[in-house]
């Protein structure tokens, strides 16, 4: 449904004699139809340029891409009608009602008065939203303007959909929301393509996720196989605060350590095969050096252990 290659974009950077800032350095993607895809990745990494490339708000400067069988680059026109786009933040205005953003989406796709309103109501049914649909923007939650944004982006029945930070700032509750429809619309046949910089959130609800980095795509695949790629267990040390270097000296000399990590200003994360086995001989080798820990913890590898792996950076602390 989506193939790219070598797509990418630079920016000038504002400032005489200053290098431009590459923020996409060639990116080849191949998303199937009716999967859920995401780009996770720290600020700055490259995720809202791609998406925006993709979604023909930005003319990428080299590389291709075929979107929904229609070509980037020379056909963008075509490329437009067949997706849709909910930016950062959306699109909706205070005064405005969602019912009447939804006809006027509706409008601006050519459709006719009658259809647009059979549409809005459609919509808003869809995204459970009749209830509020006669009440300006403003007074609904900040889960409730998410999903008319999401409602707007796909009015027009697109084959592809764009979402960049979809629940950004949301509660617990309305994120799951948010995710609930983004499934839906999966289920319906959708091709979904969203960015993120929230582990969480690529882990539950993407299919297949490609990690990115200073534009660049330094790992991909599902959320499983590459967690799997971590192998091992991970173990977190919580210890008194002044105390993590002494911990993480006491710890390096451990024959069953792989590697060790700074969590904060007073953690350790330490990499190791067997968790459950290595914690006691770890304890012992703390109270050899006079450290007592405040917490153990025994984790299986997030998609930052991924991230940490690649690029030894943690997103979490990018
Ligand atoms: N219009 C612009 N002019 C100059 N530089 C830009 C512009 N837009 C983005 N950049 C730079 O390009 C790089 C990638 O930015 P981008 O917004 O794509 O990252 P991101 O991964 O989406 O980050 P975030 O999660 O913070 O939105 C960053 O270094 C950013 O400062």
Redesign the pocket.
Known sequence: MIETTGLRKS????KRGQAA?D??RGIDLDVAAGEIFG?L????????????MLATLIRPDGGEARIAGADLLADPAEVRRRIGYVA?GGGTTDAVTGREELVHQARMHGTGKAEALRRADDALRAFELTEFADRPCRTYSGGQRRRVDIALGVIHAPKVLFL??PTVGLDPASRGHVWAEIRRLRAEGMTVVV?T?YLDEADALCDRVAI?DH?GIVAEGTPDTLKREISGDVVLVGLPEGEAERAAKALREQPYLHRLEAQGDDGLRLYLDDGAAAIPLLMRALDGAGVAPRTVQLQRPSLDDVFLARTGRSIEQS
Do not use: C, I, W
């Open positions: 920016y000038p950077s504002g800032v923020a996409v780009f990745g720290p600020n700055g990494a490259g995720k809202t340029t791609t998406l925006r950062q960049d930070e960015t910089h990115v534009g």
